[in-house]
């Protein structure tokens, strides 16, 4: 029978990529969206695709009855992966918005996975895939909000990953960097939403560098960008390796960046990093 997966996050990007490409590869895929109409237009594609908004617990254990339900009550993986950003500084972060975005970004994906292990644990075998990032482990301007979901993440992850030893059960970080996606665009209702940055100490720097990189038509691709599919054939081999490794990163300043914090003092890495 073929492996079954849920992969949340699915209307576009990294998730949608992701179960085009694990379908091809023979894997049942049930791909959650975050909004009906998205869910509907994959089921057109051919895809099985609960609902599943992590800011929705009720979303969450229905999403999950309905694959469990097609599964007849088995799940081989699960990829946390949908998630958005609130662009802005940290002092000007309200605190409603930061606790909004820790619900979609780390308290859903941890609802789910509490929600999965002991199905995986029945059956003694299982793999927990979250997305991370790059800024799960290197904090960068104006990322505040996202810097914290990814970096609670990882420390849940690695705490989950030291109790599940020898279970069966393997939760990975996977640490995607720059990657051709629509998460800058999705995140300006964000911050319409939250930032007042017209009152804002720092309103020159939003006018002279976030918001012209934020509403620009076509920023073009960031340096060493890869698309989605990078991120798909990691998920993969993490998916199929017998001992699969703890975190997977992707792209060349992920690989960079884990390198410069091993090595570099903090003063020349924050004087680096200030400058991104």
């Not at 609802?111 to 800024?135: E, F, K």
Request: proline share 5%; with cysteine.
């Amino acid at each position: 029978m073929a492996k079954t997966i849920l992969i949340t996050g699915c209307s576009s990007g990294i998730g949608y990529d992701c179960a085009t490409y694990l379908r091809q590869k023979g894997w049942r895929v049930f791909a959650s969206c975050r909004k009906e109409e998205d869910c509907a237009r994959l089921h057109e594609k051919g895809f099985e695709a609960p609902r599943i908004d992590y800011e929705d617990e009720a979303s969450i254990e229905a999403g999950l009855a309905e694959v469990l339900e097609a599964t007849g009550g088995t799940l081989d993986a699960l990829f946390n992966n949908g998630a958005y950003a609130i662009p802005g500084a940290v002092e000007d972060l309200p605190r409603a918005a930061l606790r909004q975005n820790l619900e979609s970004n780390l308290l859903g994906y941890h609802d789910l996975t509490c929600r999965v292990i002991p199905i995986m644990r029945a059956q003694g075998h299982g793999r927990i895939l979250q997305c991370s990032s790059v800024l799960g482990f290197a904090a960068l301007r104006w990322r505040g909000s996202y810097n914290t979901t990814k970096f609670a993440l990882e420390g849940l992850n690695d705490t989950l990953r030291l109790e599940l030893r020898g279970t069966g059960i393997y939760p990975i970080l996977i640490q995607p960097g720059p990657i051709g996606t629509e998460i800058r665009r999705n995140s300006i209702p964000h911050f319409e939403k939250w930032i007042d940055w017209e009152n804002s100490a720092l309103r020159n720097l939003y006018e002279k560098a976030l918001r012209p990189r934020l509403y620009a038509d076509d920023n073009g691709p960031d340096p060493f960008e890869l698309t989605a599919r990078a991120v798909s054939v990691k998920v993969h081999t993490a998916l199929i390796t017998p001992r699969p490794a703890a975190r997977y990163k992707i792209t060349t300043p992920t690989y960079a960046m884990a390198i410069m914090r091993r090595i570099l003092p903090r003063s020349i890495m924050d004087n680096l990093l200030a400058r991104l």
